[in-house]
């Protein structure tokens, strides 16, 4: 599976982005997708996820109110609608599939099997 996230850019406070992320191959639609973020000098963090079966989702708390994940199995693709969004939110946003449908598993970045290239996102006014 190969990923290709897109979407980022410059917003300022208060303002909104739609991340996509593209993916090739077959097995796409039979695993679950998450986003990542990772700002400078920070580890790499979860935001959201969503499972393959039934599309269940799962945020981190600071994007449970701001942000909604989706997906669309025709298109072999998941967004990640943000909004509200805070200098705090400035980072890389990576995008992931994984082999689980674990809401557990899925916060953790070492249980996802393939990565996208990242897209900067930057919230500054």
């Known amino acids: 599976v190969q990923l290709q996230a897109s979407g980022g850019g410059l917003v300022q406070p208060g303002g909104s982005l739609r991340l996509a992320c593209a993916a090739s191959?077959?097995?796409?639609?039979?695993?679950?997708a998450g986003w990542f973020r990772q700002a400078p000098g920070k580890e790499r963090e979860f935001v959201a996820a969503?499972?393959?079966?039934?599309?269940?989702?799962y945020y981190a708390d600071s994007a449970k109110v701001r942000f909604t994940i989706s997906r669309d199995s025709a298109k072999s693709t998941v967004w990640l609608q943000m909004s509200s969004l805070q200098p705090e939110d400035t980072a890389v946003y990576y995008c992931?599939?994984?082999?689980?449908?674990?809401?557990?598993?899925?916060?953790?970045?070492?249980?996802?099997?393939?990565w996208g290239q990242g897209t900067l996102v930057t919230v500054s006014s």
């Open positions: 992931a599939v994984a082999w689980t449908d674990s809401g557990v598993w899925l916060r953790i970045p070492e249980r996802y099997n393939y």
């Open positions: 191959g077959r097995a796409f639609n039979s695993m679950s």
């Open positions: 969503i499972s393959s079966g039934d599309f269940t989702t």
